[in-house]
Structure formats: structure tokens, C-alpha cells
């Protein structure tokens, strides 16, 4: 069973940046493309965006041209680059497999709250 651990999150002022981290276990992580999602309070959770395992990228209307998701195989991680945040970014963000893929276990997620 892979476990999925996400790091990064805070609170960041509008118009700050982060960079969220989500380790993997397991070798499989190479062979799926990968996703970020986020579920904000009251709301259901949402893709945000995908990698594949080619490097390919995929990203929700919202956050196109401000988020950048990426991945090193080789230390079984993805990452989000999040810049220009907005307050409708607050919620708390979790990794897992891309959206066609079976999914695993959800991990703890990472808060990450935009506000002045």
C-alpha cells in the first residue's frame, strides 16, 4: 500500500507563494501519472492538477498560469509551485494518482490558507 506524506502548506499573504511537496512510498510512483487536489471548507474536493509520468501537465482553469506541478521519480515526489495566491486558494491540499487513475490512500493533506 503506498503512503503519501504532503508537506509545505501555511498561511501566506495574497499575492504570496509556496511550495507544497507530497512523498511517496513505493516504486509504483513512477509508473502514475500524479495529481494534486484540494478541498476547501464546505466544499468537495477538486483536481487541481496533473503530471504525468512523461512530464506532461494539466491544470484546472483557476490556477492556469499560476500553479506549476512537477515530479522527481527519482525521489518519489510531486511537487506544487503555487504563486500569485488568492484567498479562493485557502484549503487544505492533498497528492494522489491522476484523475483516471484507481487511487490510493488519501493522505493527511497540507493546510494552506490565504488571507491578510
Known amino acids: 500500500q503506498v503512503q503519501l506524506v504532503e508537506s509545505g502548506g501555511g498561511l501566506v499573504q495574497p499575492g504570496g507563494s509556496l511550495r507544497l511537496s507530497c512523498l511517496a512510498s513505493?516504486?509504483?510512483?513512477?509508473?502514475?501519472?500524479m495529481g494534486w487536489y484540494r478541498q476547501a471548507p464546505g466544499k468537495q474536493r477538486e483536481w487541481v492538477a496533473t503530471?504525468?509520468?512523461?512530464?506532461?501537465?494539466g491544470y484546472t482553469d483557476s490556477v492556469k498560469g499560476r500553479f506549476t506541478i512537477s515530479r522527481d521519480n527519482a525521489k518519489n515526489t510531486v511537487y506544487l509551485q503555487m504563486n500569485s495566491l488568492k484567498p479562493e486558494d485557502t484549503a487544505v491540499y492533498y497528492c494522489?494518482?491522476?484523475?483516471?487513475?484507481?487511487?490510493?490512500?488519501w493522505g493527511q493533506g497540507t493546510q494552506v490558507t490565504v488571507s491578510s
Open positions: 494522489n494518482t491522476g484523475p483516471f487513475e484507481p487511487r490510493w490512500s
Open positions: 513505493g516504486s509504483i510512483f513512477s509508473l502514475k501519472p
Open positions: 503530471v504525468t509520468r512523461g512530464g506532461s501537465t
